[in-house]
């Protein structure tokens, strides 16, 4: 397989979409960082629109060392309406320009506070995408040394394919949403397409956005009644455990993108890392995850 980042085996991202929400001091930020990758986990997921860069790179200068052990993955392409330079003025909208791109980048690199990404990302698929202006923007990006590879986030495979393509560059990820509440990357062929270029999924979204833990949700009852067996028969403590083993066990190697700013709910995952599920033992999960057998 082709690796996302520096380390072939990791297979957790770290997650910054929510950490305004968190409300963390710059001090605590670090201190989570530094918890982060003290257990292993090198890769952090950001994005422009995600608002957070800012913060992340002033808790990451109080320890200038950590810059040269993780890899910073960001993304570019969505222009929210707001108040700077790179926002909409009037609607929300994708924007895959080589302009924005660069600009994008630009922006990323000034707020993590770092002359480089690992990986770049767009966003969102473009209706307007002109897949020449980007092959363009990722050379520029890629001479420069500003970026050191490139992937997208929720492009179908066709999209996928479009953009491959034209680049110079090989796309190296898509970011796909997967989890027992939202299967369809296992019938649509974005995990095949993975599968067949080499190239690792990130996997967002791996828990529903936290409907794994609603005791009122449908699906979370079906999967709460019926695995309970499951999980002592594999020797886990907990349901996400095993949700994140049976992503895990996705002959893909997707790397999965965490949401939480607290490292006991990041541990869950930390003890998944090594576990493969049986061919029964999966498809036993995904029977509970859409209500019926195979057919």
């Not at 699906?219 to 499951?230: F, H, P």
Request: aromatic fraction near 8%; hydrophobic fraction near 40%; proline fraction near 3%.
């Amino acid at each position: 397989m082709s690796a996302n980042t520096t380390d072939e085996n990791a297979s957790i991202i770290a997650g910054f979409w929510r950490t305004n929400a968190w409300g963390y001091s710059t001090q605590a930020l670090n201190q989570f960082i530094e918890q982060l990758v003290d257990i292993g986990v090198k890769d952090f997921d950001h994005a422009y629109v995600y608002r957070s860069e800012a913060v992340f790179g002033q808790a990451l200068s109080l320890s200038p060392n950590l810059r040269e052990n993780i890899n910073i993955i960001t993304k570019c392409g969505i222009r929210g309406v707001g108040d700077n330079p790179l926002d909409a003025t009037s609607v929300n909208h994708y924007d895959s320009s080589k302009a924005t791109i660069l600009a994008s980048v630009d922006h990323s690199l000034k707020a993590l506070g770092t002359d480089y990404v690992d990986t770049l990302l767009l966003h969102r698929p473009d209706y307007l995408m002109d897949v020449d202006a980007v092959n363009d923007a990722f050379n520029t990006l890629k001479a420069q040394g500003k970026v050191k590879q490139f992937g997208v986030s929720n492009f179908n495979t066709a999209q996928f394919s479009l953009l491959q393509s034209t680049l110079d560059e090989p796309l190296i990820t898509n970011q796909i949403e997967l989890s027992p509440f939202e299967t369809s990357a296992l019938d649509n062929g974005l995990l095949d397409q993975c599968y067949q270029h080499r190239i690792r999924p990130m996997i967002w979204s791996c828990l529903g956005g936290g409907r794994l833990f609603d005791t009122t949700d449908a699906v979370t009852q079906r999967l709460t009644q019926g695995l309970s067996g499951l999980m002592e028969e594999v020797g886990v403590s907990s349901l996400a455990e095993l949700i994140y083993a049976w992503v895990l066990t996705l002959p893909s190697q997707p790397q999965i993108i965490t949401g939480s700013g607290k490292i006991e709910n990041i541990r869950p995952l930390v003890n998944a890392r090594d576990i493969r599920l049986t061919r029964e033992q999966w498809y036993q999960v995904w029977s509970a995850a859409v209500g019926h057998g195979v057919k």
